[in-house]
């Protein structure tokens, strides 16, 4: 994806390389040899580059969740140790809000629990550990990662205020199906997600990013 | 990769040079780059300064590279499950067990719309790998369950070992270094593979399934062939297994065939004898020429068999018939010697018996005709006054011709069986759990 674009300092011409970090690629219209000297060269072969935070996702984007039409309205950025990733904000047709996450591009729809439907109390973030289960709507989830994340901005309109958060933690959670849940420790009261991973294709979304030779 | 919160890569442009000759500023075409020490200008001959930090990038460049290419270079696209990616990364694990070492290479495909797939490819054995997004579920009273359940179905556990990542090109999803370890367990369900890889804070599933290299290479348009896949992979298809049920199936239907022509064809014709008839051997009486000839009868339809059954009420004795089968028109003969004989007795052992007091002998092709037989008997002439009767049927089934072909049935489903059952002994024997050597005679080794 990241194939790095400059311009051939001989012709002007645009170029190409293979891939994030690669350094050398010929000119196709004047043959020059082009090398790049942006390359750490002590990290190729040992580190891996992290692809960057691009989402087809943007404000306007419109789709379709289980017979509900929505539309993006706002979106929180973060940025963890792993790369970023955005939680959008969806304003349904019937006029709730949902959650669309693009985390490494696998999406997933949520909404905010209700304390009624949760039943008991939220593990604390100290209490929360990898491998747990919690049952929650009569389904089990089992915690799969801890995130420390960093709040990076927002975009857009968004169901409450968020713009003084700093470093927050999440702890997602996965089951057996395809429901999944994320616990967000961003306020002093944990606050559950319950929602679930959804194909690309399936949220027939419009008015998407466009990415160049890609369709 | 401590570049801090900030956004990432991408937006930076690279910093390009050309690399060209100093002399004319002709372009300048690179051969054989790792071994180049000085290149020279193909315009006006002269020769690059080795020393020219471009040339140096790319001679370094090279010299890591060098070790590990991917067998799909970086940059490439492909068309996977009717999906567009773009080959982003590569890297290189290792697994050690018995302090063998195991290399094996996985490759990141991105798509930017669907997102991240995986290559796998292991001794010329590939794999397609996605992130499971349903968890699989195990016993979670046993640190290595030897089950998991995804979407309905049982894999079962196949190893568990520690990888190292040893080498790494281009992008990941995560941020790889070499040095890296994670705990892998592989679950199999051919041709799919269930992996759970445990790092530090994280436990990922995936779910891969087996790609022939072929389809690889059609996949991203590779040139050449993909290195031949060596020996049996953890989740390879059996070639076996899968026709197993329909050999057998087609076993069964075939035999049943077979019945159906022996009961329907074969039986009904054997039903009545063409001729019987019942003589008495008087040896005391017996001097001179003892053969004597039977009345004619008719055999019937297409050149056939003909089975010739003899009885004798014989104890502790023998005879023996010199028979001919002769045509009476034609005086075509068809000569043989039965003999009968029955023993029994009492030893420290109990009671024994051998022989049987009844032959029968199956005269192949006889065209129809009218025919007779010639018999002559012989037996021990110490002994008194032998009865023996004397049967010919026309067209008997012969059941050797059954049991052939029914041989031919079983022939390959027992073979196609005792293969899959070798290349699944093959599979497991690479995991944790090898069969036991008992069954195996090792012969094939």
Partial sequence: MTQPIATCPNCGAKIIFKWSSSVQTVCEYCKSVLVRSDVDLKKVGQVADLPPDISPIQLNAEGNYRNKAFVVIGRILYQYDQGGWNEWHLMMNDGTSGWLSDAQEEYAISFAATGSTTGQKLPTESQVQIGQTYSWNGANYTVSVITQAHFRGVEGELPFQYWDKDDVAFADLRSSSRKFATLDYSDIEPVLYLGELVEFDDLKLKNLRQFEGWS | ?????????????????????????????????????????????????????????????????????????????????????????????????????????????????????????????????????????????????????????????????????????????????????????????????????????????????????????????????????????????????????????AFAALTIGLLAMMIGFDLPSSSEPVFRSTYQLNRVAANGEPSFVTDTFQLEGRTSNVEVTTSASVQNDWIYLNYALINQDSGEAWDFGREVSFYSGHDSDGSWSEGSRRDTVVVPSVPAGRYYLRIEPEADPRHSNIAYSVEVRRNVPVMAFYGIGFLALLLPAVLITWRSVSFERSRWSESDHPPSPIINTESDE
Avoid at chain 2, 138 to 151: G, M, T, W
Avoid at chain 2, 174 to 188: P, S
């Fill in chain 2, 1 to 249: 990769m401590s570049s801090g919160p900030t956004p990432p890569q991408g937006s930076q442009k690279p910093q390009v040079q050309a690399l060209n000759c100093t002399k004319c500023g002709a372009a300048i075409t690179l051969r054989a780059l790792g071994q180049a020490v000085s290149v020279v200008c193909e315009s006006c001959h002269s020769i690059l300064d080795a020393k020219d930090p471009k040339l140096q990038i790319l001679q370094t460049f090279e010299r890591i590279t060098s070790a590990e290419r991917p067998l799909i270079p970086l940059g490439t696209r492909g068309r996977i499950r009717g999906t567009d990616y773009e080959v982003i990364g590569f890297e290189r694990r290792t697994i050690e067990v018995d302090d063998i070492p195991y290399h094996w290479n996985e490759y990141v495909l991105f798509n930017p719309y669907k997102g991240f797939r995986y290559l796998t490819e292991y001794n010329g054995h590939w794999n397609d790998v996605a992130i499971c997004k349903e968890l699989p579920m195990v016993d979670p009273r046993f640190s290595i369950p030897l089950e998991a359940n995804y979407l309905g179905e049982v894999y079962k556990h196949f190893q568990t070992a520690d990888a190292n990542t040893d080498f790494v090109l281009g992008e990941f999803p995560w941020e790889v270094r070499v040095g890296e370890q994670a705990r892998l367990t592989d679950y199999v369900h051919p041709p799919r593979v269930l992996s759970r890889e445990k790092m530090s804070k994280e436990v990922t599933w995936s779910i891969g399934e087996y790609v022939y290299g072929k389809d690889v290479w059609s996949a991203f348009r590779l040139p050449g062939d993909p290195p031949p896949a060596t020996g049996v992979y953890e989740n390879e298809p059996s070639p076996f297994s899968a026709n197993i049920m329909a050999v057998w199936l």
